[in-house]
């Protein structure tokens, strides 16, 4: 008999814990998790819900998403930097990763792996899609980067000789663009049709014996203790501390065909141009803060787009 009543009160005791420790449970599920008729699902997007409106009450904007660009270091991501906080305004979270070649960037939009890339104008964008079969687009013209001859060994183009060398970027619309920037200077003379896909190859006439040394652009401001001089591209004279205003012996104008050529664009994989976060990116990089920081900062070595 004692033994029942023992029995009987050791399990009264268990019951008693045992509803304590679900009464604490149940209290916790009812504080965190759904309510009454509402799924795990429901209870997290009403919490989402609930965290973008406190945000919006805050003054944060409401989060739209992320924008990945691959671009070069100057000045395109520098520049990028400038729209990142316009766009972080409107809930935008730009990521920008920089790379020091004319080939990754666009492998890795063409891939999916980024959304868009800025580093390139559009005569070479168009040779990439056509010998590498990739589907780009230019969906804006943001900036014009004029070229430039840069003293190397010698200061003037008076003081070229027989024999001096000329280096120039070995890519065929860069290349081009530098041989002719070398002929409206009189320093070579390119057949009459050889245009945006002149090589060393059109030279017709060549009054001062030069030699002109073909490099990866990024690789010519590099050998200016050893050559007369270099033909560089915007952002590699920027990167080297040249600016078109106070160090080029010649530069491409404003007005001339070559500005209107070589604007440098977004691009990205054709399907892709009316993305919300490709057109805001866009509209900002064109926008009046933007194009007053790129004339304040590169003293005529990157120009706005007129687009």
């Not at 804006?140 to 120039?168: C, M, N, Q, R, W």
């Amino acid at each position: 008999m004692k033994k029942k009543i023992l029995t009987g009160i050791l399990a009264g005791v268990l019951a008693i814990g045992t509803l304590t420790g679900c009464g604490n449970s149940g209290t916790g599920a009812a504080e965190n998790g759904p309510a009454q008729g509402e799924t795990a699902a429901d209870a997290g997007s009403a919490q989402a819900t609930e965290h973008t409106a406190d945000a919006v009450a805050a003054g944060q904007p409401e989060s739209k998403g992320t924008i990945t660009v691959a671009a070069s270091a100057t000045p395109h991501a520098e520049i990028l930097e400038q729209a990142k906080a316009i766009l972080a305004e409107q809930g935008w979270d730009l990521q920008v990763t920089v790379f020091d070649d004319y080939i990754q960037p666009n492998e890795v939009v063409e891939s999916g792996e980024f959304d868009a890339n800025y580093f390139q104008h559009i005569p070479y964008l168009e040779e990439f899609n056509e010998t590498k079969g990739t589907h780009l687009v230019n969906v804006g013209g943001i900036h014009y980067e004029p070229f430039g001859i840069y003293p190397g060994t010698k200061k003037d183009l008076s003081e070229l000789a027989e024999g001096d060398v000329i280096a120039v970027p070995n890519d065929t619309t860069n290349e081009a663009r530098a041989l002719l920037l070398l002929e409206a200077n009189g320093i070579i003379t390119l057949k009459e049709d050889a245009g945006l896909t002149a090589t060393v190859n059109d030279i017709v006439e060549n009054p001062y014996g030069i030699k002109i040394e073909e490099l990866e652009a990024a690789q010519v401001a590099r050998v200016v203790p050893e050559v007369a001089f270099v033909v560089l591209n915007g952002n590699y004279a920027l990167q080297a501390g040249y600016t078109v205003a106070n160090d080029s012996i010649a530069y491409e104008t404003g007005d001339s065909e070559a500005a209107k050529t070589y604007v440098n664009v977004i691009a990205v994989k054709e399907g892709n141009e009316q993305n919300e976060g490709i057109q805001a990116l866009v509209e900002v990089l064109r926008s009046d803060a933007v194009k007053q920081y790129i004339n304040d900062t590169y003293n005529g070595a990157v120009i706005p787009s007129g687009e």
